[in-house]
């Protein structure tokens, strides 16, 4: 049980926070192109990224300023780090934390930390600029390391399970590495919440093979089979389609609560004019010169 909820709840954890990130980056976003394309203001709002945000929705000035999502992270793993503590002790032979608890443990620092920084650079603490996105990138490394010395010793179903997790990993590192050398991309980090969703849905997907809550064989897993190992595959690239699929609603939620704003750039004659050339390709495709050249 405990094994099933350690995956459960760190699922559920990097699903919500995934889903704030995109949020906040599509509004960001929108908010941009709202002020761009007004022309009757002088004051701009350029997109600026963000490796946390401030909650907009609480209700006083105090706790809206306040680093909810910084200290939500640090409660979170703290609890967590001190569950794997608790589970993972042992006596026998010696006192001590139980391999798979202490890499659990070594995981959750690297986030840990990275949230303590971010709380120290909202009160202005003087830290060389772009830290927290580097401390991002250490947190997903340590993440990554941690995992390819976690596989020993499992089943074949287990240990390909965490692997496709492994690969998630490292694409989530080099996302939040360009972070660092571009911390204003949109897409950089919609990349960053999309394989930490990934990472969300396949964990709670592991939860059930490796911990099915059913006795029924339909939903049993051949922890040797090589047939286990293709099926898993195909289920990770559902993962792949259906959490860009969720991205890409929510990106179109926020695009919809915003279109009274973006509609001014779209009702410009001229934008759109600009906007059919860009698209010719598209526009034009019984035309002869429709092909790419």
């Known amino acids: 049980m405990g094994t099933w909820i350690g995956h459960i709840a760190p699922g559920v954890f990097f699903a919500l926070f995934a889903i704030w990130w995109h949020v906040n980056n599509c509004v960001n ?4 192109l709202r002020n761009e394309s007004d022309r009757k203001t002088k004051s701009s709002n350029t997109f600026r990224g963000s490796t946390t945000y401030y909650c907009q929705c609480l209700p006083s000035k105090t706790l809206r300023g306040a680093p909810i999502e910084s200290i939500l ?5 703290s609890i967590h780090f001190s569950i794997e ?9 010696t006192p001590h934390i139980g391999d798979e608890n202490a890499h659990h443990t070594a995981m959750l620092f690297g986030f840990f930390l990275g949230a303590w920084i971010e709380i120290l650079v909202h009160f202005k603490v003087p830290f060389p600029k772009g830290t927290t996105q580097v401390m991002g990138f250490l947190a997903f490394t340590i993440e990554g390391l941690m995992m390819v010395f976690h596989l020993h010793a499992r089943n074949m179903v287990d240990a390909h399970i965490h692997q496709l997790l492994g690969i998630t990993i490292v694409c989530s590192m080099i996302g939040a590495l360009g972070e660092c050398y571009n911390p204003n991309s949109f897409w950089l980090i919609v990349s960053r919440s999309y394989f930490t969703l990934i990472q969300a849905t ?3 997907q592991a939860a059930y093979v490796l911990w099915p ?8 897993w051949d922890p040797e089979s090589h047939r286990s190992v293709s099926l898993l ?7 792949l389609s259906g959490d860009a699929f969720i991205l890409i609603m929510i990106y179109l939620f926020v695009y919809k609560f915003f279109s009274a704003n973006v509609r001014i750039n779209n009702d410009d004659q001229g934008d759109n004019e600009e906007l059919a050339a860009g698209y010719k390709l598209i526009l034009n495709l019984n035309e002869e010169d429709s092909c790419i050249q």
């Open 29 to 32: 976003y929108f908010k941009s």
């Open 73 to 77: 992270k640090i409660l979170i793993t």
């Open 85 to 93: 503590l608790i589970t993972g002790y042992d006596t026998n032979p």
């Open 202 to 204: 396949w964990l709670i």
């Open 213 to 220: 809550k059913t006795t029924n064989p339909l939903f049993l």
């Open 233 to 239: 595959t195909m289920s990770f690239a559902y993962h």
